[in-house]
């Protein structure tokens, strides 16, 4: 993760649940809590965080509820630390923990090598529940442009007897929230062009992991807001990301030596397309991707000479370089932010805020926008592969932004396959295998920067996974890459052997018609074209036992066809499959999977002749 933004958003409270109020708990409850936190923004943009907070753990299971964890870094510090360990059936005063008792860690996040994060952290382990830990401490932030998220419970399994969160701001600063999963408006107070709100939540009932990532929380973000003394307004996107061109603003250094070396790269060229490819590619080939997170919490890229002289960067220093090549070529490009990863939802575009972990660039021309990610050793040059696709992402102008969506990549031109398989049968069932597959867009993907990445053993054993179905083992391999309209393409040969490729009896050999079954890796993306030819060399005292199977089948989202033929002793099979998986639910995409897989489960029976 390349910005502070998860870190700095769940600041004070790393692990919120969703709670709902009911009469009774229906879940094991192994802490009870009772919290109050306030947030006071100042005129001046600094912000008070105040947090009086007791856990009662009533089972050892629940120890780590009372743990201690407060994050700090050069523009949020610790003013104030406070609290004991008492025993509850008494009252008495087990343990005081003073700041000397604190153990001072890093907060790396998302495998950064530098950053400015740090956590005070205390933890129980060797004590005995029941007990209760009493907290109270208090944070100065020098800027508002990160809020807490507030979770009114932090623990599955922990209960809150009481849980309330205060906020007050200068109206002329202004300030916004968002409620999730929960149905609460806070108390509000006008005073003197003060504004207060409050949260005041009772008798919360514990749950547990079943409730998934559906925390019940308040995320606050600000209106006018400043970080290190830059100021700007983040009511709408265009406001951000006129920040952010404020923080690039003299980071497109060019050095006299990096002006030559972008002449040398790009001498002879005339086109856009064939200079970005070549610096681009250059990039790639001279340039490592280290995370580094200092300076303007983590949001300021390094200028892009010193880039050029360090040879390495994080995903903003590298697309700051990208971006001063380009323009030194006379190419216009545009940094752009974008909440990154396989596994992530898309930004909330209807709430402008610091919702990003990951910088790229767009680069608008006037046939066709390219993105290139400047972090990528691998990705052919206008392809983002999916930890970026299909999410709206902020664009940064020289004086504002705006919000565009990257390629989503289901057409079906970036999920094709062409398999060309030649099988000669074995007397025990095996089979020896001859393969030509050409894998074009998302499905290339999967093998871009594998001889880079893996030794030989761990390559063959990834092909053979992810190549045929059950049984099958390389024994020889060669990978070449291409790109086309900006749409990878990977060609694999291959040799090898299948494992009971046939199943036997005394009198018939059944062939399948469709070797490897598909499985939603194959087919995550969309619209995908499946285009195979089967051969196989049938042995003398083989031949088809009635009719060779032709299938035409054509419902919801499918469409299937198989031709099978027998020409001087060759089964040819061909099998063409278009899939349609674009806006399905995750159970809808299943479902349509194991259709295709069972519109493929299909044999030819040959039989033994005497």
Request: glycine share 6%; proline share 3%; net charge negative.
């Amino acid at each position: 993760m390349d910005f502070k933004v998860i870190a700095k958003s769940l600041i004070f409270g790393f692990f919120g649940v969703v709670f709902h109020t009911h009469a009774q708990d229906v879940k094991p409850v192994y802490s009870v809590l009772d919290r109050h936190e306030s947030i006071t923004l100042h005129e001046d943009y600094t912000v008070t965080y105040q947090v009086r907070q007791k856990t009662h753990v009533q089972e050892l299971k629940g120890l780590h509820h009372a743990n201690i964890a407060i994050p700090y870094d050069d523009i949020s510090r610790i003013m104030r630390f406070e609290a004991q360990i008492i025993d509850p059936k008494n009252g008495k005063t087990i343990k005081k923990i003073s700041s000397k008792d604190l153990t001072d860690m890093s907060d790396f996040s998302g495998g950064s090598l530098f950053q400015d994060d740090r956590v005070k952290f205390y933890g129980l382990s060797n004590e005995k529940a029941p007990l209760i830990v009493e907290l109270n401490y208090e944070i100065k932030q020098s800027g508002n442009f990160y809020f807490k998220t507030w979770f009114p419970i932090s623990y599955y399994h922990q209960r809150a007897n009481q849980s309330t969160l205060e906020i007050n701001y200068p109206e002329n600063l202004g300030l916004r929230y968002k409620i999730k999963y929960m149905d609460m408006n806070p108390d509000s107070v006008f005073t003197d062009g003060e504004v207060s709100l409050k949260w005041n939540l009772s008798n919360l009932s514990a749950f547990d992991e079943s409730i998934g990532n559906e925390a019940a929380r308040v995320e606050i973000y600000p209106r006018k807001f400043s970080l290190e003394g830059f100021e700007a307004d983040m009511s709408d996107w265009n406001g951000f990301g006129a920040w952010i061109a404020q923080l690039n603003k003299g980071k497109d250094v060019v050095s006299n030596q990096l002006k030559n070396e972008i002449q040398r790269i790009v001498g002879g060229m005339e086109g856009d397309v064939e200079k970005i490819a070549a610096l681009y590619q250059y990039l790639q080939n001279n340039y490592r991707y280290v995370s580094i997170q200092l300076g303007i919490g983590g949001w300021m890229p390094k200028p892009a000479d010193q880039v050029f002289d360090l040879k390495y960067g994080e995903c903003k220093g590298l697309t700051m370089l990208m971006k001063t090549m380009l323009k030194e070529v006379g190419i216009d490009s545009q940094y752009a932010l974008v909440r990154a990863g396989s596994t992530e939802e898309d930004i909330d575009t209807e709430f402008s805020s610091s919702q990003f972990n990951h910088v790229f660039l767009r680069v608008p021309l006037e046939e066709k926008t390219i993105w290139l990610e400047c972090t990528s050793k691998s990705n052919p040059v206008g392809y983002l592969g999916d930890f970026t696709k299909d999410r709206h992402v902020l664009v940064i102008t020289d004086d504002g932004g705006f919000l565009e969506k990257t390629p989503s990549y289901s057409e079906e031109e970036f999920n094709t396959f062409q398999l060309q398989n030649r099988i000669i049968l074995q007397e025990n069932g095996d089979a020896r295998i001859e393969g030509d597959y050409l894998f074009q867009g998302n499905p290339a993907a999967n093998y871009l920067g594998l001889e880079s990445q893996a030794d030989l053993k761990e390559q063959k054993n990834y092909l053979n996974r992810t190549l045929g179905g059950n049984g099958l083992l390389v024994s020889d391999f060669n990978i070449n890459y291409s790109s086309e309209d900006f749409i990878p393409r990977a060609r694999i040969s291959f040799q090898g052997n299948v494992q009971r490729f046939t199943q036997n009896t005394a009198k018939r050999v059944l062939i399948p018609v469709a070797w490897k079954k598909i499985n939603k890796e194959d087919l995550s993306y969309g619209n995908a074209l499946v285009q195979e030819e089967f051969l196989v060399v049938l042995p003398a005292n083989l031949s088809p036992e009635g009719d060779l199977p032709t299938v035409s089948i054509e419902e919801e989202g499918i469409k299937l066809d198989i031709q099978t033929s027998l020409e001087e002793g060759v089964l040819k099979v061909l099998r063409r499959m278009e899939i349609n998986l674009e806006d399905l639910e995750e159970g809808e995409k299943d479902k349509r999977i194991q259709r295709v897989n069972t519109l493929n489960n299909r044999s030819i029976i040959l039989k033994k002749s005497e």
